[in-house]
């Protein structure tokens, strides 16, 4: 539940978003819709940056990643392969009553945030039931906030429920559980029932919303050109797999990288742009190959031995250290950009919480204002993605490897028929788990596992899945901080200074002329301007008092602010053509030569 200080927080900070420009409601001036957002001046450049550093540390600092850029809509059939037709959905309740569609699952989590809930909550402390103040309520305030709660329609036959529940078993009720008694009016037939977060109405059981946005190509909407919006980038990496491979002559383990736009209709879009219905991803599926082949090729397969990075990656390394590097790599890359480990949290799933495919998977948490959220996920995938669409499309997906063909037949006879027999049945257990009529599946399992002895085999994957936005989001809310001043006379003021990290703030610097009628003074300051912004995106401020001007960069979360004054003319002829540096999170003031601005920035903003 988030805390009311959490809410406060938040609703300063989506104010400060919007009149400072990082993000708006999109089509606001229509009303705005749900779930969509526009990401302004500030935002934009802010988006630019996250996406550049990532892109560069995942495919330009790395000999084993390609990147990719593929297309948005895809062949229906792509879908199909991936599970997403058939399984990517949520559960989808409807209010009898304001017909709100509500996340099953998230009904209990919602509540909470809601007036009602939250006055209910007030009125029965700890779970302790009092009746005559619940209908009081009920016929006064709750008619407003609650007018479709089974209290407020008919309070004492719901109330009857209640007082027989507590005749019944005295202890005070769980929040839930008084809740829903709430909510039911019909005990008799239809049991405790949920209520609707929005207005307490009775909420349906839960159905399956799949979460793919449709369209159809072409001039006739039929079945047949139906198409969709990706709901991730990562199918079309696993599609493009063979020519991505070929064309970019890697070798396995190697990765590719993209980063694009996806789409879910997320039944409740929600915690401001968190989870939207159209986001950019940030995907890398890197391909490793399985255990097996490592063991033939290496004679062994290493597995993690201590909690942390294990080092530069090495032939030995089997799927859970390769899984291990990624978490680490990706926990790296956060505090990189200024999201310090103590703010993220690695959250490892429960098996019964693994996607079908999984074989592992890390979530990394952020400590947003609303609560402890995933950020990324990494996930060990095996080899069900290229497996997939190998069937599907009927085009090969495995690999050849030379080496590997050798060194099998260097194995013993006993090493051989132990990894055969591995790789056999891990082939047989996807394809029965496919559906594949297990005689056939022995068929292909016991040829997947022959291939393995010729040196082919289905690459493994490890997926490291971000979400720009929510990054985004963990940025902001991470820098956005307030200060107080207070003046000579005493006069308190209090404002925002956003601390970003120089390498993704937005405004790297700010070119601020002491004054603006003092002619040498501004061209000193043009020429400044003129020199740093082909090399960052630089500001150039010549409005309103120098404190002023400070106030807007620092709520902008610019690192930097350079002043031209009358030294940087040579008023003092040992100043003559330096500046004065500003820093945004100490306000400390340094004094530069024009000439070192250069080297003294870049190293600091790359
Ligand atoms: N290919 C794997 C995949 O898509 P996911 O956990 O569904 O995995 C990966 O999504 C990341 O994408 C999430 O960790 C999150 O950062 C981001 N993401 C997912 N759904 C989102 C939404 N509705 N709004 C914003 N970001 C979202």
Redesign the pocket.
Known sequence: MAEPKATELMEKIVSLCKRRGFIFQSSEIYGGINGFWDYGPLGAELKRNVKELWWTSMTRLRDDVAGLEATIIMHPQIWKASGHVDTFSDPMSTCRHCKKLVRADQVWEQLPENAWAQAIAELCPGGHVDSARLLGWAKGKGQRVAPNLALVRNPETTLSWLAERVQQNPAPLETKELYQYLATEQFRQTGLVTPCPHCGGELTAPRPFNLMFKTHYGPVESDDNLCYLRP?T?QAIFVQFKNVMETSRQRVPFGIAQMGK?F?N?VT?RNY?????E?E?M?LEFFIKPDEAVEALSGTVAVPQAPGHPGEPQADWGWQLWHQYWVEERIKFYEGIGLPRTTLEEYWQKPEELAHYARACVDILFKFPFGTQ????I?ARGDFDLSQHARASGKPMGVFDETLRTAWTKLTKEKQDELWKRYYEARKKYLVKMGVEPEVATTEATADADGLAKGQYIAHVI?P???V??LILGLITHAYSEVTDTDDKGKSETRVIMRFHPRVAPIKVAVLPLLKNKPELVKKAQEVFALLRTQMNTYYDEAGSIGRRYARQDEAGTPFCITIDFDSLGEKPELLNTVTLRHRDDGRQERLPIAELLSYLLPKIR
């Open positions: 991730e990562a996806a879910r997320e879009p742009t968190f989870r939207s219905r986001f991803q995907e995933e950020l990324e996920g996930a997926e899945s971000a979400g936005d929510r």
